[in-house]
């Protein structure tokens, strides 16, 4: 019993030290994660998997935004090598547009 207790704590403390601290005026204009705000490789490589983030201020909170949407998500392709598996099966925010009124290519 006391090994399911455990095993339960364990996940949901690595749950929580994947979600970035609460955006806020001392965090402004602060990445997500925090290793990009040191090292340009880490930037990089967060940006390219679409991980990275940035604490700014909306209309009446601070939040955090994507900084972009990687080329891959939109093209509906598969993560780069290194980039984590949930990633990977993301689906593009914004759907690509069908051809419905005739004007695609043509099947000839």
Request: hydrophobic letters at 35%; proline letters at 8%; glycine letters at 12%.
């Amino acid at each position: 019993m006391k090994r399911k207790w455990l095993l339960a704590v364990v996940c949901c403390a690595s749950l929580a030290a994947q979600e970035p601290p609460r955006c806020g005026q001392s965090l402004r204009g602060t990445f997500w994660p925090e290793e990009a705000n040191g090292s340009r490789e880490a930037r990089q490589h967060a940006l390219n998997c679409g991980e990275l983030k940035i604490c700014t201020r909306g209309l009446w909170r601070f939040r955090w935004e994507p900084v972009g949407i990687p080329y891959w998500r939109l093209a509906g392709g598969k993560a780069p090598a290194g980039c984590a598996e949930g990633l990977a099966g993301a689906k593009p925010e914004r759907p690509a547009a069908e051809h419905t009124n005739g004007s695609g290519p043509s099947t000839d």
